[in-house]
């Protein structure tokens, strides 16, 4: 299975970070490659909302967020790639170190140098939009 890291600090503490991160709604902010983002009724942990890529605004890409604050960590599940992207944060001096753990499916091993591209994008947008809240 292809799979990479990632990483980024924001001066943003952790609290700031977690608030762009834990909320689909704000995905579309700092998600490249995500325009618009429906979110679904949350329960036990589990937020399911539809993303919609930029550009294909009739094909939804349903995901589930599955979210643990004490552990800072937040996982999304493409339902229909089966991608799985884990973010972590953890505090680092006055800011945040935000990891980010990416699994590709082999089906879907076509798209590693793209999701590569957009989540090197997507975590330093996430660390300076976190900044500015």
Same mark, same amino acid.
């Given at each position: 299975m292809p799979e990479f890291h990632d990483s980024a600090v924001s001066p943003a503490p952790p /609290? &700031?970070? #977690? +608030?762009? %991160?834990?909320?689909? @709604? @704000?995905? *579309? /902010? #700092? #998600? &490249?490659?995500?325009?618009? !983002? /429906?979110?679904?009724?949350?329960?036990?942990? /589990? =937020?399911?909302?539809? =993303?919609? *890529?930029?550009?294909? *605004?009739?094909?939804?890409?349903?995901?589930? %967020? @599955?979210?643990?604050?004490?552990?800072? +960590?937040? !996982?999304?599940?493409?339902? !229909?790639?089966? %991608?799985r992207f884990e973010w972590r944060l953890a505090p680092e001096g006055t800011g945040t170190r935000i990891d980010v753990d990416v699994e590709i499916p082999e089906q879907e091993a076509a798209r590693l140098a793209t999701q590569r591209d957009l989540i090197a994008a997507s975590i330093r947008k996430l660390a300076a939009v976190a900044a500015v809240a």
């Open positions: /609290e &700031e970070v #977690w +608030k762009a %991160l834990y909320d689909p @709604r @704000r995905f *579309p /902010e #700092w #998600w &490249e490659g995500i325009e618009t !983002v /429906e979110s679904g009724d949350a329960a036990g942990g /589990e =937020a399911p909302y539809t =993303a919609f *890529p930029d550009g294909y *605004p009739d094909f939804p890409m349903a995901q589930i %967020l @599955r979210t643990d604050h004490d552990g800072r +960590k937040a !996982v999304i599940s493409c339902l !229909v790639s089966d %991608l």
